[in-house]
């Protein structure tokens, strides 16, 4: 098996995303998710890459695409500023509007239940696909409960136009199992 492989070099497999390896030695971090026969790798430093892709052609045919635009159907964006790093004033803007949503929002909460399942947890999902008429993009939802308590909800526009209703679904099924595995 390949991924016995990458343990062997010193990744770590991940317990709750099982197609994500970490490599850590010190301050370096490398994380790699395979998929099939496609590999995404990022690293704290370009020339770690660079090497480990030559480690890996050595046992494999490698071809490196460069820099990720799509992976598993989902188009990647870079953005060439980061907001801790050169926060502007459209940034100081947005956290004094999530400030003063979260000041007026003190005195609201959610009412939970004792319940004899309430170690249960539960999640719902759905999308539907193409549902903007303007845009084509599909909107995807999900619920999950504790017991009888709503815990976790999230619905919105999926970023990128989907090309069939399985893959709309697959996403949000995606969102919602990345939401209850950090639950």
């Not at 317990?15 to 490599?23: D, G, I, L």
Request: proline share 3%.
């Amino acid at each position: 098996m390949v991924s016995r492989g990458y343990v062997e070099i010193g990744f770590v497999q991940s317990r709750s995303n099982f197609p994500m390896f970490v490599y850590r030695d010190g301050p370096e971090i490398m994380i790699l998710l395979l998929h099939i026969d496609d590999i995404v790798l990022t690293a704290s430093y370009l020339s770690h890459i660079s090497a480990f892709i030559r480690t890996l052609g050595v046992e494999f045919e490698v071809k490196d695409l460069g820099t990720l635009n799509c992976f598993l159907g989902i188009e990647v964006s870079h953005l060439s500023e980061s907001f801790m790093s050169s926060p502007s004033d459209a940034h100081f803007e947005v956290v004094k509007h999530i400030l003063r949503y979260l000041k007026d929002a003190l005195g609201h909460g959610l009412l939970l239940q004792r319940s004899t399942d309430s170690s249960l947890l539960v999640a719902y999902s759905d999308a539907n696909w193409a549902g903007c008429p303007n845009t084509r993009r599909s909107t995807t939802g999900y619920y999950v409960f504790l017991g009888p308590n709503l815990i976790s909800w999230s619905a919105k526009k999926q970023h990128t136009i989907s090309r069939s209703s399985d893959e709309t679904e697959y996403r949000a099924l995606a969102y919602v199992c990345v939401d209850t595995v950090w639950i």
